[in-house]
């Protein structure tokens, strides 16, 4: 796929998105994204593709993110404001938490705050309406980090570390558990289909424990 940056027409090499830094804001879906320049150089950014004008845009990181990509970050709305989780400079230990505004002079980063953990709490995982951030450890356990008081608080769930993933949305005409789809339940040979209607569950964890978040508009 051909990509549009702005308005001109990019054929170089393609980049990587990131499957899990990924938000939607304002008519916009953003994806952390990187370039590999060559074997042991790389660039990371923020691509955004406006859904109306199908134009792709490149936003620069802010400068002191840690030099080993931000990949493994995290990008989410907030009060109609992008936000984006990437590691410092310093260290692996420490988060800090970006976000973005656009003025005159184009978008523009402003540092928020930064968040200390040890290398067990290892991701990001959903940022809450009330600012609460939830973050996964490499065991697949889930915590609560509280930026008023600076602290974690243990969710007493664990998972499979491989596949735990959260979802926020806002409500809708569309019901997440009572979504209704028609499939062909036969063929026949004059091409008709008989369908019946089959009425499915969408859960967030499916085939695990179930975890739903609510993310109101």
């Not at 400079?89 to 968040?115: A, N, P, T």
């Not at 309406?129 to 490499?138: A, D, H, L, P, R």
Request: charged share 25%; glycine share 6%.
């Amino acid at each position: 796929m051909d990509l549009f940056f702005g308005s001109i027409r990019s054929t170089s090499t393609k980049p990587k998105l990131s499957h899990t830094a990924k938000a939607f804001l304002d008519g916009c879906a953003y994806w952390v994204a990187r370039k590999v320049i060559n074997e042991t150089e790389y660039d990371d950014f923020v691509v955004s593709f406006n859904m109306v004008d199908h134009v792709f845009e490149e936003i620069k990181l802010p400068k002191s993110c840690l030099g080993d990509g931000a990949l493994t970050g995290l990008l989410a709305v907030f009060r109609d404001s992008l936000y984006l989780f990437v590691h410092g400079r310093e260290s692996l230990d420490c988060w800090h938490v970006w976000m973005m505004q656009e003025d005159c002079s184009g978008k523009i980063w402003y540092h928020q705050f930064k968040i200390d953990c040890s290398l067990k709490i290892c991701w990001p995982l959903c940022l809450m309406k009330n600012g609460e951030v939830i973050f996964e450890s490499i065991e697949g356990h889930l915590s609560l980090y509280d930026p008023r008081n600076q602290q974690f608080q243990d969710l007493h769930f664990q998972g499979n570390p491989y596949i735990i993933e959260l979802f926020s949305y806002k409500e809708s005409l569309v019901l997440l558990d009572l979504g209704t789809k028609y499939w062909p339940s036969e063929f026949h040979d004059d091409g008709n289909e008989e369908l019946e209607s089959q009425t499915q569950s969408q859960e967030i964890f499916a085939g695990l424990e179930k975890w739903q978040i609510q993310e109101s508009a």
